[in-house]
């Protein structure tokens, strides 16, 4: 009974931990997105580690001559984010402000992403291949920006801390030793090659879609761009970017769904 006592003492302990580590990143805004979120990790400390992953890439792309080589291509992209990257204090005050960084690696790879903190990375076979119009990358930025503003990565961090402490928990209570929990064994993975969740991809449109809009970009763009994403996935090899972000029927539709909210933004920001 002890043993029981202590640790229904324990997980109600934890409980409340994870109660207390509840919180949104972000205001709603117009297509609405304030869910609240499980965060056991800072946001300070996934920075520095995004930080830190997102300098090494570059220095690998660098010593093999594949960084930032189509300098026309890379200032369009920057040109992009320049615009997109203020529209994000409609979500959160503090984004504007970040030390965003753009950068392009060239290659036949599919994928765009941007890391904890504003670190994006475009590879250019994701623009040349698919041809993509300004709209389109703005599209993909929005969405990949998106993320970062959401902190879905901490987000998946966080869960798998809680899921590390479970069973850790169990562990000493069956006498099995202590579990281990910690940023470095939750995964540095999470942080490039994460597989977000259908809810995350959801928020993540709905607010990609939201920047690109206030930015002055067409989000009419979502459509074509998930469009050509779903042939390419049903050519030989599936784009990398589809493992992480898949080409559903749906997301058109919820992207077909919003623009009458987000058409409106677009209009006035072309004024
Ligand atoms: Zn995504």
Redesign the pocket.
């Known amino acids: 009974m002890g043993l029981r006592r202590s640790a229904a003492i324990i997980c109600a302990g934890l409980l409340l931990t994870l109660l207390g580590a509840c919180e949104t990143t972000t205001s709603g805004g117009s297509v609405g997105a304030d869910r609240r979120q499980l965060m056991l990790v800072s946001s300070q400390e996934l920075d520095q580690v995004a930080a830190q992953g997102y300098a090494k890439l570059l220095s690998e792309a660098a010593g093999k001559g594949v960084l930032n080589r189509d300098a026309a291509m890379l200032k369009r992209v920057r040109a992009i984010a320049a615009r997109i990257t203020p529209q994000t204090r409609a979500f959160r005050a503090d984004a504007p402000d970040w030390k965003w960084e753009v950068n392009i690696i060239s290659g036949n790879e599919l994928n765009a992403f941007c890391m904890p903190g504003g670190k994006i990375m475009f590879y250019s076979g994701l623009i040349s291949q698919l041809k993509l119009t300004d709209n389109e990358i703005a599209v993909v930025m929005g969405?990949?920006i998106?993320?970062a503003l959401r902190e879905?990565s901490r987000e998946q961090v966080s869960q798998a801390i809680a899921a590390q402490t479970a069973i850790g928990l169990g562990a000493a209570l069956f006498g099995l030793g202590e579990g281990t929990a910690g940023l470095a064994n939750a995964g540095y993975e999470a942080l490039i090659a994460t597989r977000?969740s259908r809810n995350?991809?959801s928020e993540?449109?709905r607010i990609?879609l939201e920047l690109t809009a206030r930015a002055g970009y067409d989000p009419r763009a979502g459509v074509t761009l998930w469009q050509k994403m779903i042939n390419a996935s049903q050519g030989g090899r599936p784009p990398e970017f589809l493992s992480?972000?898949p080409a559903e029927a749906s997301r058109v539709q919820q992207i077909q769904t919003l623009l009458p909210v987000v058409m409106p933004l677009y209009e006035s920001a072309r004024r």
């Open positions: 969405h990949e998106a993320h879905h977000f995350d991809e993540a449109d990609g992480s972000h």
